[in-house]
């Protein structure tokens, strides 16, 4: 895998929608006609920048960065409040919502066209980077 | 605990499942039958939230394809006015 | 009864279909009236908090309420008169009876263009009146328009795409989702919305239904099970769950009072919602001058609304006698095809081609 982030897209239908091939600056997506093929990424291409990840209408898109020290930093689109802050300690979730234990929040941002939705980056032990695509989110009972 | 029967299927109504099915039994097989004898969709809504409902049960009833139930028919209004809107007269536009 | 007349085009219904044709004819030089009953026009659009699938020129990426506002502000610049808060209750070739406020009066137009939406269908099961049983969209009327929560914890029956959709809605409000029942073995809505609700940790249960709602004055508690393939509750698979409110996302129907009023003629198409009036590709009924578009002509998406009412604003402009280039026609069915692709689209635009050919029928016949 390569060591550095880009983005991991997880569209596994054929529905009409690009957005992620317009948003991204590298040329790096490719949807093409019509549009519901499936977007394929040129990881070469990918800078990491996140634009497709705030695009993404179904918020289908990640990033992974693997580093060289057995940890990994996922980036995920976040739009629930309250917001985690940078320095958190949260609950790592699977594609099923189901606990990975913890992670550090890393970062959170919101790249242009983001339109509020947030991108969150969390760091954890790289053997968990395939499985990490959320956070728990806090109980709504506060 | 209710029974299927007590469901009510006309709001506006309160008609319940059991009055259209024995509307249905006694030969009543088609939504302008059912709202004619039970006035089932004859209310303030005009049917906007029960007439599927009874077209489905007519089809399980009688063995028809959802699609050969053919609706009642429609009348104005389609939604609920007062009469004295209608009365008044106080304007005259035209473009 | 007031009399208007009106040398141009009355839309009725200002969601998406209705404002993309009103904006559309008076684009093209059309005096265009737009009826509509609520306090603001945008329909369904305004609560569509998320962002929109398709293509730049579909909007995507846009949040639906972001593209109402856009469209309302257009249609004002167009010069499109808008009469909100206003119910029409009757309709007589291109004569509607309307009722603004207090006020009724009619309107006589050129012509007509149908854009009523859809109505959430009802599921009965014992309890289903209970308060605390809502239409999914009544939930999300609630949460994004009112800015106020149904309940804390929440059953949703329904996983297509209005289903998942409202229940991450809902969650974003605040709410808990206690899960998701469909009756069919699989989802029919998009694995990338219900991807959203799993990974926030939202049960999903396909093959299970609703059996029963209980509470004193409201919703308490409901009772689920498994389902057969004949849509039979399994003994022993049932569970209850706290909910103080349900959820029924259990799909749409054509609203098409109007267009049965006025005597066009229907095919009944389970998979757009039921009865929709035969209409050409260029959106008109089997009557002249009297369109359909979005949802009432069969059920679909907001995207594709706006694109059927670009193309009834074209074809109703055109036929009261602006000037409409053909290439924008292209476009516009262009544009709508694009959108009825793949393993969601294929089956619409089957049935879509099945109803235009009807109505070419009809024509013939008649």
């Not at chain 3, 249960?205 to 409901?222: F, K, Y």
């Amino acid at each position: 895998m390569s060591r550095r982030r880009i983005a991991v897209i997880e569209c596994p239908e054929e529905i009409p929608c690009n957005p992620c091939e317009t948003a991204c600056p590298q040329d790096a997506i490719k949807v093409g006609q019509p549009i519901t093929h499936r977007p394929h990424l040129d990881a070469q291409r990918c800078m990491g920048c996140g634009l497709c990840v705030a695009a993404c209408p179904g918020l289908a898109i990640f990033m992974v960065d693997i580093k060289d020290n057995d940890q990994a930093e996922v980036t995920f689109p976040y739009e629930f409040l309250p917001l985690p802050e940078p320095g958190d300690t949260v609950t790592a979730v699977n594609r099923e919502g189901i606990s990975l234990g913890t992670a550090q929040v890393k970062a959170r941002w919101q790249p242009k066209g983001a339109d509020g939705t947030y991108l969150v980056t969390i760091a954890l032990p790289a053997a968990l980077a395939a499985e990490a695509r959320g956070i728990r989110r806090p109980s709504c009972d506060n | 605990m209710t029974t299927d029967d007590d469901i009510i299927i006309c709001r506006c109504e309160e008609v319940t499942k059991g009055e259209i099915l024995r509307a249905i039994k006694a030969g009543a097989t088609t939504p302008q039958a059912v709202k004619r004898f039970t006035r089932a969709g004859m209310g303030l809504c005009q049917g906007r939230t029960c007439r599927r409902l009874i077209a489905q049960i007519i089809a399980q009833e009688t063995g028809q394809s959802i699609a050969d139930i053919v609706p009642s028919t429609y009348r104005p209004p389609t939604r609920p006015l007062t009469v004295a809107s209608l009365r008044r007269d106080n304007r005259e536009v035209d473009r | 009864m007031a009399q208007r007349s009106l040398k141009g085009i009355a839309v009725v219904g200002g969601g998406p279909a209705g404002l993309m044709a009103a904006l559309t004819a008076a684009r093209h030089g059309a005096a265009v009236v737009l009826v509509d009953e609520n306090a603001e026009p945008g329909g369904q659009l305004r609560k569509q908090i998320h962002k929109f699938f398709g293509s730049k020129a579909h909007r995507a990426g846009v949040r639906g309420y972001r593209i109402a506002q856009e469209l309302i502000s257009d249609c004002t610049a167009a010069g499109v008169e808008l009469l909100g808060q206003s119910v029409v209750f009757s309709l007589r070739e291109c004569t509607l009876d309307l009722l603004q406020k207090d006020d009724a009066f009619n309107l006589k137009a050129d012509a007509i263009i149908l854009a009523t939406g859809a109505s959430e269908n009802a599921l009965a099961f014992p309890g289903c009146t209970l308060p605390g049983v809502m239409g999914a969209g009544a939930a999300q009327t609630f949460v994004n328009l009112h800015r106020v929560l149904p309940g804390r914890r929440v059953l949703m029956v329904g996983g297509g795409n209005v289903g998942l959709i409202v229940a991450y809605q809902l969650l974003q409000a605040g709410a808990e989702v206690v899960g998701v029942v469909e009756a069919l073995p699989y989802l029919s809505g998009y694995q990338v919305h219900a991807a959203k609700i799993k990974r926030a940790g939202v049960p999903i249960w396909t093959s299970h239904t609703v059996l029963e709602a209980r509470g004193d004055q409201e919703v308490q508690e409901v009772t689920i099970a498994a389902i057969d393939d004949h849509f039979h509750p399994l003994p022993g698979s049932e569970r209850t769950l706290a909910v103080d409110t349900v959820c029924l996302a259990v799909g749409l129907t054509p609203l098409a009072e109007l267009a049965w009023q006025a005597g066009c003629r229907f095919c009944y198409q389970g998979a757009l919602g039921g009865y929709v009036p035969l209409h050409s590709d260029n959106m008109e009924t089997t009557l002249p001058h009297v369109y359909v578009a979005g949802d009432i002509a069969g059920v679909e998406e907001a995207s594709t609304a706006l694109e059927e009412g670009a193309i009834a604003g074209l074809a109703a402009a055109a036929a009261i006698g602006c000037p409409v280039p053909i290439a924008e026609f292209d476009a516009a069915q262009e544009r709508l095809v694009s959108l009825r692709k793949g393993p969601f689209g294929d089956i619409r635009q089957l049935v879509k081609s099945e109803i235009v050919k009807r109505w070419a029928d009809c024509r013939v016949v008649e």
